[in-house]
């Protein structure tokens, strides 16, 4: 389609409902995607328009009431433009105030005083933020075109321009993904990505966890920031399962970024059977857990208060070996315990009994002799990035209790690292930020527990120690609503359930013209992208995770590649150098 070609005039609309455009005569209905971008060209501002919904409409009922025969062709082709046309329903996303001067038209980004006067809400929806360093400037949308402004096919000039490119070397872009009419890269700012906690939610085969991945290559290659990964079902790490109907692997971060990602394991004995190569293994002792650890899986352990009110007294009395102490009581022991402490016989002998599970887990021990999880911060300090797989340990009690042990010593030594860097203002005292990611997010973010986890303390005020979230889920409902409102950027596949579409938009000024976008989107490899980390709302077609993908962003691990392929790269190597 010709890109100078008029689609349409805009007819009618509002700032809050947005525009109607009716299309030219000459201009198929069929053309029109949801999700599609247009530009709308007023007579002092230009538009970036998502479109979000695709009409019929006739200019008489007779029509309605008698329609041509389909064998009519005659006068079909003679109602077809005047008297029966199509109509498409458009939010304007961005604007450009075209100067006085004729200049060329570029969409206008960085309008400091705009950027100061930007409500919460609003800045949610996008960022408003050329991811270019051309010197353009964008604008929230603070008013409509005229009647009659004529709607144009946005060019690839206008994606460059406002979604930047991945090669601009002096901002971190990384593309995600293409429109999905369009083969132009569609980028995130991945500076503002990682200053905020995101979330990427779909229903379940919808390719989140290849989203996930390819994220997470993105902020490795482009070193953004450095991950910890809790790796439920072990698809981060050295490889994963292809979707489709042959049985192929997919290669994980290791093996992407061999030098840069270690690789650790609560279950050494089924990471050997796969074949996973220099993987560390990992353990957590009782001393370790504390009751708030316990409270977040409450619910797994089948918990009442009564046995957390115990769970506490028994802390306060025996300090980090409370658990060892409980589990070697006899039923003597735990009567005079009770006996003179006040505490409560059938709940703490409950508390044992259930606890007693927790010898299942394969990687928990009654003490360690090793510091784990200091290892892996030393790890986390040298720039490297974590993934943390469970193996057979995944179930829900094992992956929850595991991630919430972890993260909880990884904060507060964030917390202390920040302090020090705001006392003495020393650039090498800067705590390099840090991307948390965690699978079934909702179990972790449900209101009934959120404010007394630490992944929900980290969602709603981390940023200030340089610590993120990354959460994957496929219910963002179960999620708790404040969370959600403080998600910076939200990556979202195919939901059905209304209401998970609706907690998607949750603190989103504007998000009511999306959720027709959002509902019709295909079931695999598209996403709507919004929030923070990019200029405005996009749908992508998101970028394939093969064989092109690993040799534009991995490392090559020479330890493993034939003579042959070593011989040609040595070539190439010589023949950029001159020799």
């Known amino acids: 389609m010709d890109l100078e070609q008029p689609l349409g005039s805009v007819i009618q609309g509002s700032l809050s409902q947005g525009l109607e455009v009716r299309l030219h005569p000459d201009i198929s209905v069929e053309d029109m995607r949801v999700g599609k971008f247009l530009v709308v060209k007023g007579v002092q ?52 105030v075209i100067s006085s001067e004729k200049s060329p038209v570029y969409f206008n980004a960085n309008n400091d005083n705009g950027k100061k006067k930007k409500s919460q809400s609003i800045e949610n929806l996008a960022s408003f933020e050329a991811q270019t360093s051309a010197e353009i400037k964008l604008m929230p949308v603070k008013t409509i075109p005229s009647h009659f402004s004529q709607v144009f096919e946005a060019s690839e000039r206008d994606f460059s321009l406002v979604f930047g490119r991945e090669d601009d070397q002096s901002r971190r872009n990384f593309a995600v993904g293409k429109p999905i009419d369009m083969d132009v890269p569609v980028c995130l700012d991945l500076d503002r990505f990682v200053e905020r906690s995101n979330g990427i939610f779909g229903k379940s085969g919808t390719g989140k966890s290849f989203l996930t991945r390819l994220l997470l290559s993105g902020i490795i290659r482009k070193g953004a920031a450095v991950n910890l990964i809790f790796d439920m079902h072990s698809e981060y790490g050295w490889e994963a399962m292809a979707e489709g109907k042959q049985v192929n692997t997919v290669k ?43 409270g977040l ?83 986390l300090d040298a720039g490297k990035h974590v993934i943390i797989e469970f193996g057979s340990q995944s179930n829900m009690l094992s992956y929850m209790l595991a991630a919430n042990m972890i993260t909880r010593r990884i904060h507060n030594s964030y917390v202390r690292k920040a302090d020090k860097f705001l006392s003495s203002k020393n650039p090498s005292d800067r705590p390099q930020p840090l991307v948390i990611t965690i699978e079934e997010a909702h179990r972790f973010l449900d209101p009934a527990i959120v404010r007394s986890t630490i992944f929900g303390t980290i969602a709603r005020e981390m940023r200030k120690y340089f610590v993120t ?24 596949a195919l939901l059905n359930d209304d209401k998970d579409i609706d907690s998607i938009f949750t603190g989103v000024s504007g998000g009511h013209n999306l959720r027709s976008v959002l509902a019709k989107l295909d079931s695999k490899q598209q996403a709507l992208v919004l929030g923070h980390a990019v200029p405005m709302p996009v ?9 092109t993908f690993y040799q534009e962003i991995g490392d090559t691990d020479w330890r493993y590649v034939s003579d042959e392929e070593l011989y040609e790269a040595a070539q190439v190597a010589l023949d950029d150098i001159g020799f």
Request: net charge negative; glycine share 6%; with cysteine.
């Open 45 to 96: 501002t230009h538009f970036f328009c998502m479109l979000t919904d695709v009409l019929l409409g006739t200019s008489s009922e007779r029509i309605m009431i008698n329609p041509p025969l389909p064998t009519d062709d005659f006068l079909q082709s003679v109602l077809a433009g005047g008297s029966t046309y199509g109509t498409i329903e458009l939010a304007p996303m961005l604007m450009l």
């Open 252 to 294: 994980g971060l290791k093996q992407l970024f061999p030098e840069r990602v270690e690789l650790w394991t609560l279950d050494p004995e089924a990471t050997k059977r796969r074949g996973v190569r220099d993987a560390r293994e990992l353990y957590l002792s009782y001393n370790q857990i504390e009751v708030e650890d316990i």
């Open 297 to 379: 899986v409450q619910r797994e352990l089948n918990l009442s208060e009564a046995s957390i009110d115990s769970a506490n007294i028994l802390r306060s009395e025996f300090g980090k070996s409370w658990i060892a102490q409980l589990l070697e009581m006899t039923n003597e022991d735990i009567q005079t315990f009770c006996d003179e402490k006040r505490g409560h016989k059938g709940s703490i002998m409950s508390l044992q009994r259930k606890l007693l599970r927790l010898d299942n887990l394969k990687y928990m021990q009654t003490k360690n002799t090793n510091n784990y999880i200091e290892e892996i911060l030393e790890s």
């Open 469 to 492: 979230l990354l959460v994957v889920d496929q219910r963002p409902s179960g999620i708790d609503a404040e969370v959600m409102s403080q998600i910076g950027t939200r990556i979202t």
């Open 539 to 547: 749908v992508i077609q998101t970028r394939a995770y093969d064989q």
